[in-house]
């Protein structure tokens, strides 16, 4: 498999080590939007985008605007999502986004929905609570994988009970989800969701501690893709796991 990796800092050189390892080529490294002739004359099969916020709208439209398939892992940008995902179903491309590709903490959204379903029929006695902590170098605050975890909650029809005004919300109409957000020096990634009552607390936590995680499972998004070039659209892990 021909890969581009569009966004070359320390996620962009992990994806870069772990692709050789599995026999794939890295046939473009770029830190800025490639242009056409860059994803065509290298013949990529592929393109990886872990890029910054400002720039992630435009490389991947000019992935999909070229028939390339792209996986991408940048946060930050997702208020600019629904016009890409009309891009590419006009252009009939193929496009996976994940705000986290760890397979652990996809296996985690799932339990966390399910426990959310769990508890609706009691969440007037419980408080939410997403805590996650970050490397100091992060763009995004919260994170994308927080704001992910609080609007599965939120889809579950419970309503929190913090009454909190100055903290950070995810809101959706009148329910909202409260997120503590930390950064710290070298942490690579932690979340932690907390349904508490005045008699218990449940809590579900998903700590990182490299970077491979994520690059190992762009890299299983990609190969996904590749081998599935007879599907068009929008796709995440959910569809890459079978969950």
Known sequence: MNIAIIGYGKMGKT???IAISRNHKIKL?????PQKSNLLDNSIDVAIEFSQPNSAFENIKICIDNNVPVVSGT???LDK?????KI?????????YSSNFSIGMNIFYEINKKLSKLLFPYSKEYSILIEEIHHKDKKDKPSGTSIHIAKDIIDS???NNWNLDDKKFIKNDKKSILIKSKRFKNIIGEHIVNYKSYIEKISIRHKAYNRNIFAIGAIISAEWLFNNKNKKGIFS???????
């Open 88 to 96: 590419c179903i006009k252009k009939n491309g193929s496009f996976l």
């Open 29 to 33: 490294c770029c830190d800025s939007t």
């Open 15 to 17: 994806i870069k080590k």
């Open 75 to 77: 946060t930050g940008w």
């Open 157 to 159: 029809g419970i309503k």
């Open 237 to 243: 892990m959910k569809n890459v796991l079978d969950l």
């Open 81 to 85: 999502l629904n016009e890409i995902k």
